[in-house]
Antibody, heavy 125, light 107 residues
Framework: DVQLVESGGGLVHPGGSLRLSCEVS????????MSWLRQAPGKGLEWVSG????????YYADSVKGRFTISRDNSKNTLFLQMNSLRADDTAVYHC??????????????????WGQGTLVTVSS | DVQMTQSPSSVSASVGDRVTITCRAS??????LAWYQHKPGEPPRLLIY???TLQSGVPSRFSGSGSGTDFTLTITNLQPEDFATYYC?????????FGPGTKVDIK
C-alpha cells in the first residue's frame, strides 16, 4: 500500500521557521514528482510547491516564493518543506502528495494521488 | 495564470439524487482537469483525471465530462458517503489552481 506520512507541524510565532517532512512508502519514490498542498481554516485547497523526481527542478506558488524551500532525499524516501518567515496566513493543514504528471520539461498531467493525512501548522503570537 | 470557478458553491441533495457540479477554466485547458472529493478530517481523494477518466477504486456513479473551458462532475444515485466538498483542479501548468469547491450536503 502507498503511504505518505507528514510530520513537523506545530505552533510557531510570526517570522519563525518550521521544517515539514513526508515519509513515503509503497512506490519507487525517485520516479515521481511530489508536491506540498495546504488548506487554511475555512478555505479551499491550495498548491504550495512541487519538485521533480530527482530533485533538480522545483516550483513554488507566488505566496511562498522566497520563503519556502522544497527538497527531497531519495535515499530515505522523504520529502521536505522548509518554511521560513512564516506569516499568519500560512496557517493551514499541509499535505504532501504524489504527482502523477511530469515536471520536466514542463508541468503536465499533474494530478495528485494519494495525499498524506496532513500536518497542522499554526502561525500565531 | 489560469483561474478556476465552480458552481454551485453548495447543493443540498438527498440519497438517491443525481448531482451535477460545473467547473470553468479562464482559458482552454484541453482535458487537463482533475476532480477531488474532500471530507473533514480526511485527505482529499482523487476521483477523476484527464476530465473523464475514473481513478481506480472510485465507484462508477461518479463521472466527468467536458474539455476546453467547461467541465462537469456528475454523481448519480447519491450515497451517504458522498456528502463532501468537491474540487476541480487544472493540471497542465504550475501553479495548478483549484476551484473554490462545491459542498454537497444532506437536504
Amino acid at each position: 500500500d502507498v503511504q505518505l506520512v507528514e510530520s513537523g507541524g506545530g505552533l510557531v510565532h510570526p517570522g519563525g521557521s518550521l521544517r515539514l517532512s513526508c515519509e513515503v512508502s509503497g512506490f519507487i519514490f525517485s520516479r515521481f514528482g511530489m508536491s506540498w498542498l495546504r488548506q487554511a481554516p475555512g478555505k479551499g485547497l491550495e498548491w504550495v510547491s512541487g519538485i521533480s523526481g530527482n530533485g533538480d527542478v522545483t516550483y513554488y506558488a507566488d505566496s511562498v516564493k522566497g520563503r519556502f524551500t522544497i527538497s527531497r532525499d531519495n535515499s530515505k524516501n522523504t520529502l521536505f518543506l522548509q518554511m521560513n518567515s512564516l506569516r499568519a496566513d500560512d496557517t493551514a493543514v499541509y499535505h504532501c502528495a504524489k504527482d502523477w504528471g511530469i515536471v520536466v520539461p514542463v508541468p503536465m498531467g499533474n494530478w495528485f494521488d494519494p495525499w498524506g493525512q496532513g500536518t497542522l501548522v499554526t502561525v500565531s503570537s | 495564470d489560469v483561474q478556476m470557478t465552480q458552481s454551485p458553491s453548495s447543493v443540498s441533495a438527498s440519497v438517491g439524487d443525481r448531482v451535477t457540479i460545473t467547473c470553468r477554466a479562464s482559458q482552454d485547458i484541453s482535458d487537463w482537469l482533475a476532480w477531488y472529493q474532500h471530507k473533514p478530517g480526511e485527505p482529499p481523494r482523487l476521483l477523476i483525471y484527464a476530465a473523464s477518466t475514473l481513478q481506480s477504486g472510485v465507484p462508477s456513479r461518479f463521472s466527468g465530462s467536458g474539455s476546453g473551458t467547461d467541465f462537469t462532475l456528475t454523481i448519480t444515485n447519491l450515497q451517504p458517503e458522498d456528502f463532501a466538498t468537491y474540487y476541480c483542479q487544472q493540471a497542465n501548468s504550475f501553479p495548478p489552481p483549484f476551484g473554490p469547491g462545491t459542498k454537497v450536503d444532506i437536504k
